[in-house]
């Protein structure tokens, strides 16, 4: 047996009343009993949707609206109210209410209803009503807190799966590395050594891009890209990813499949749905890559929710492994969610791919039968035209020219200033270090004249940053070059330098020859602007 709100509520208790209504009379009496209840109304009397829209702010504690106005009525105004997003108690009073409206009032949302006859019963549904917004307000701040507690918990299984992958990645590094102090190896060797440890370095930068990527720190860089040029680029790297007991199969169109899309973010798509479906096929198996051009009719896209008619690129992965589970299948796409075990994936992976395709203005269908694989369908649209732009941007970069100018190079972390003088030196620079923007004012007072490049990072310690000191030396040097560096995306660092045709960014980690190709690109074209 529930036990009735009968306590009277406390003397003088403030409360910030709208009060809808056309009659004077029947206002000053809804007030009257008001302050017989022990409340002290701070109240506003409306009778239009102009008033009444023009008088709704959060800060209104209670409404109390008649049923029927001449050119407004109470539900009209709680759908207001309702679309406002306002959490308001909010009270219908009428002279005449039936059955039928009364349940109508309540299942539209109205807080509580009464009579104007039995206006007595108006300080217990006040007090009831304002204990019910308390009651959901305390409700919402632990929900809050719940949500809050289960980031956090996100955040720590993220950490623990990044942490896992990163310190796979350096033992690779380090280990190699060790091998290479301590043993002597032939040339060929030697160079499969040098290659597991780029291949693991370009795997610690692909776990960064994709953190960036899914932080919304990562742009977008689309282009016309023929898919079936980035299977078989990424093809390569993905057998030696899946490992020599899963076989690797590429079926691809005749018709070539163009799309308009940035080809780093393909190659992690299919990456990501590798390791998925390697982690699948733990005893073996085969991998199947696929591409197809597709015209999808209006019937056939309404088979699909997301599916659009038109004509369609399809990259179909398809594995041999052991199926996803009908109820874990609704939730693969969800950030951080995984079915492996603690330290064995982040559950960014399919997040990822998920949002890579939706940004692409494609979608994505799954199949899968426990025991029997799984095969993802990504639907992407086919581009208008069939002229293609370079797939790969990590290609040989062609002979690249040197010089003897003056670099000055800003980086605050040793090994990372360590490796550009080692980059630049060999192509004939001089290069002058700096490990702040202090620092490197310092040392552009002694050595101003001489100085024909800034390369700096963006964020550095101490109180400027690569772009504010980039700034102070245009200003007294107006044709210096200027490089700006960072592990941040370039799109992240909008906004942070506006003279755009002063500086060209390179993001970190760099390969050495495409440093070395772009100081000699900004000195040329300053050499260039010096002559005009």
């Known amino acids: 047996m529930t036990q009735a709100i009968e306590a009277v509520p406390a003397v003088n208790r403030g409360l910030r009343v709208l009060l809808l209504e056309d009659k ?43 049923f029927r106005l001449p050119r407004f009525d109470g539900l009209r105004a709680l759908r207001r109210v309702q679309e406002r997003g306002l959490e308001i108690p909010f009270i219908v009073i009428s002279g005449a209410l039936g059955d039928e409206l009364a349940a109508r009032c309540i299942k539209e949302g109205v807080t509580d209803y009464l009579l104007k006859d039995r206006l007595e019963r108006l300080g217990l549904a006040v007090a009831r009503a304002l204990e019910e917004k308390q009651m959901r307000a305390e409700r919402l701040l632990i929900e809050r807190q719940l949500r809050q507690a289960q980031k956090m918990e996100l955040v720590g299984q993220l950490a623990g799966g990044i942490a896992h992958d990163f310190n796979n990645v350096l033992a690779i590094i380090n280990g190699w590395t060790s091998l290479l102090l301590e043993e002597e190896f032939s040339q060929t060797e030697l160079h499969e050594t040098l290659r597991e440890i780029f291949s693991a370095g370009q795997r610690a930068a692909g776990l960064t891009r994709q953190l960036l990527y899914f932080s919304r720190k990562r742009s977008i860089d689309r282009y016309p890209l023929d898919l079936n040029v980035v299977i078989e680029e990424v093809s390569t790297m993905l057998r030696r990813l899946i490992g ?9 169109s005749a018709e070539k499949p163009v799309i308009e899309a940035d080809a780093g973010m393909m190659e992690q798509v299919l990456m990501n749905l590798a390791v998925n479906a390697r982690d ?22 309404r088979e699909t929710r997301e599916a659009r008619p038109g004509r369609f690129a399809r990259l179909r992965v398809e594995d041999t492994g052991c199926g996803i589970a009908p109820e874990t299948l609704p939730r693969i796409f969800e950030p951080f969610f995984t079915t492996k075990e603690v330290g064995r994936g982040t559950g960014l992976g399919l997040a990822t791919v998920f949002g890579i395709v939706k940004d692409h203005r494609g979608w994505i269908e799954v199949a899968s039968e426990i025991g029997a694989g799984t095969a993802f369908n990504i639907f992407l649209p086919a581009a208008a035209s069939l002229a293609v732009e370079p797939v790969k941007p990590n290609l040989p970069l062609g002979r690249v020219a040197g010089g003897g100018e003056t670099v000055l190079a800003v980086e605050d972390e040793p090994s990372v200033g360590d490796f550009i003088v080692a980059v630049l030196k060999p192509y004939g620079y001089r290069v002058l270090r700096a490990s702040s923007g202090d620092e490197a004012l310092e040392v552009w007072k002694q050595h101003i004249d001489r100085i024909d490049l800034l390369l700096t990072d ?39 330098f506006t003279r755009e045709e002063d500086v060209r960014f390179i993001q970190k980690p760099f390969p050495p020859r495409l440093l070395a190709k772009l100081v000699r690109e900004v000195l040329d074209r300053r050499a260039r602007r010096k002559l005009r």
């Open 24 to 66: 004077l009379v029947d206002a000053e009496l809804i007030v009257r009993e008001l302050r017989r209840s022990g409340f002290d109304p701070d109240w506003r009397r409306v009778e239009t949707e102009a008033e009444f829209l023009g008088n709704l702010n959060p800060s209104l504690d209670l409404i109390l609206a008649d």
């Open 244 to 252: 020599d007991n899963i076989k690797l199969e590429l079926e691809l």
């Open 280 to 301: 699948a096929m733990a005893h073996g198996g085969k991998l199947v890559i696929s591409s197809r051009i597709l015209e999808i009719s209006e019937a056939e896209a």
């Open 458 to 496: 963006v964020v550095m310690p101490g109180d400027l940053t690569g772009p504010e000191l980039a700034a102070k030396l245009l200003a007294a040097k107006p044709n210096l070059a200027v490089i700006l560096s960072s592990a941040y995306d370039p799109e992240a660092m909008a906004g942070q």
